[in-house]
C-alpha cells in the first residue's frame, strides 16, 4: 500500500483554505471613502501567500518526502516544542487582552525567539532588541500609519494609564 504523501494533503488543504478565504473576503461590503485600500486588501494578500507557499511547498517539498520515507516529521523535542508554542500563543492572547498589543507583542516576540532557536546560539541581546524594534514598529504601523486601534489593555485602563 502507497503512504499519503503528507506535504501534498497539507498543500491542497491550505489551497482550499485560501479559497474559502477568498470567498469570504469577496463578501466584505466596501464602503471606500478615498482611494484606501479598504477592509479587502490584507485578507487578499494573506490568501494569495498561502496560496503561493502551497503550491511551492508541494513543487519542492513533496517529491523530497517521498525520498525520506520512514523518517518521522517531528521527534519527542519537536514535540515538546510545539506544545510550548501552543502554551505561548494563549499566553500572548490573554497578554494581549490585560497588557495591550504594545508590551505584549515585544515579550511575546521575545518568547517566540528564545523557544524557536532550539540549538542555535542567538545572542539575549540581540533577542531583545529585534523583540523591541519590531513589536514598537508593528504597534506604531498600525495605530499611527493606517489608523487602527489596537487593544490597550485592561490593567492601564484601571490604573489611569494612557499607552501612547
Same mark, same amino acid.
Given at each position: 500500500?502507497?503512504?499519503?504523501?503528507?506535504?501534498?494533503?497539507?498543500?491542497?488543504?491550505?489551497?482550499?483554505?485560501?479559497?474559502?478565504?477568498?470567498?469570504?473576503?469577496?463578501?466584505?461590503?466596501?464602503? #471606500?471613502?478615498?482611494?484606501?485600500?479598504?477592509?479587502?486588501?490584507?485578507?487578499? &494578500?494573506?490568501?494569495?501567500?498561502?496560496?503561493?507557499?502551497?503550491?511551492?511547498?508541494?513543487?519542492?517539498?513533496?517529491?523530497?518526502?517521498?525520498?525520506?520515507?520512514?523518517?518521522?516529521?517531528?521527534?519527542?523535542?519537536?514535540?515538546?516544542?510545539?506544545?510550548?508554542?501552543?502554551?505561548?500563543?494563549?499566553?500572548?492572547?490573554?497578554?494581549?487582552?490585560?497588557?495591550?498589543?504594545?508590551?505584549?507583542?515585544?515579550?511575546?516576540?521575545?518568547?517566540?525567539?528564545?523557544?524557536?532557536?532550539?540549538?542555535?546560539?542567538?545572542?539575549?541581546?540581540?533577542?531583545?532588541? #529585534?523583540? &523591541?524594534?519590531?513589536?514598537?514598529?508593528?504597534?506604531?504601523?498600525?495605530?499611527?500609519?493606517?489608523?487602527?486601534? #489596537?487593544?490597550?489593555?485592561?490593567?492601564?485602563?484601571? #490604573?489611569?494609564?494612557?499607552?501612547?
Amino acid at each position: 500500500m502507497k503512504k499519503v504523501n503528507k506535504t501534498y494533503v497539507m498543500g491542497i488543504v491550505c489551497i482550499l483554505f485560501s479559497f474559502w478565504i477568498f470567498w469570504e473576503t469577496s463578501r466584505i461590503p466596501e464602503r #471606500l471613502v478615498s482611494n484606501e485600500p479598504g477592509p479587502k486588501l490584507f485578507p487578499y &494578500i494573506a490568501a494569495s501567500g498561502i496560496f503561493l507557499f502551497s503550491v511551492v511547498s508541494m513543487i519542492f517539498d513533496g517529491s523530497k518526502e517521498r525520498k525520506s520515507e520512514g523518517k518521522p516529521y517531528l521527534d519527542a523535542a519537536g514535540w515538546k516544542r510545539t506544545g510550548i508554542i501552543l502554551g505561548e500563543t494563549v499566553v500572548f492572547a490573554l497578554g494581549m487582552k490585560y497588557f495591550g498589543f504594545w508590551l505584549t507583542s515585544m515579550l511575546g516576540m521575545m518568547m517566540f525567539i528564545m523557544t524557536l532557536k532550539g540549538d542555535k546560539k542567538i545572542k539575549t541581546v540581540f533577542a531583545v532588541v #529585534l523583540s &523591541i524594534v519590531l513589536g514598537t514598529v508593528c504597534y506604531l504601523g498600525f495605530t499611527k500609519g493606517f489608523v487602527i486601534p #489596537l487593544p490597550k489593555g485592561e490593567i492601564w485602563s484601571m #490604573l489611569g494609564i494612557s499607552m501612547i
